[in-house]
């Protein structure tokens, strides 16, 4: 049962939140050929002068990009 989260700056409005959820839902499917059903997507916001502390929480193994590195 895959998860995808996503933490962004905040802006966006739901339906944009949505759009994305399920695009990144197909995706998955497509690249893993498993049901719609067993993926789950999240959203978060997380405002400007908290985004240090909040990826400092990920761990540096489970980060496969980077931001400002492709």
């Known amino acids: 049962m895959p998860h995808i989260a996503i933490t962004m ?11 994305l ?5 197909e995706a998955l499917c497509e690249e893993l050929g498993i ?14 002068n908290e985004w240090e502390d909040s990826m400092k929480k990920i761990p540096e193994d489970a980060m496969f990009i980077h931001f400002g590195k492709m």
């Open 35 to 48: 049901s719609k059903e067993t993926i789950s997507v999240s959203i978060e916001d997380i405002p400007k």
């Open 21 to 25: 959820a399920h695009i990144m839902q």
């Open 9 to 19: 700056f905040p802006g966006r409005d739901e339906q944009t939140k949505q759009k």
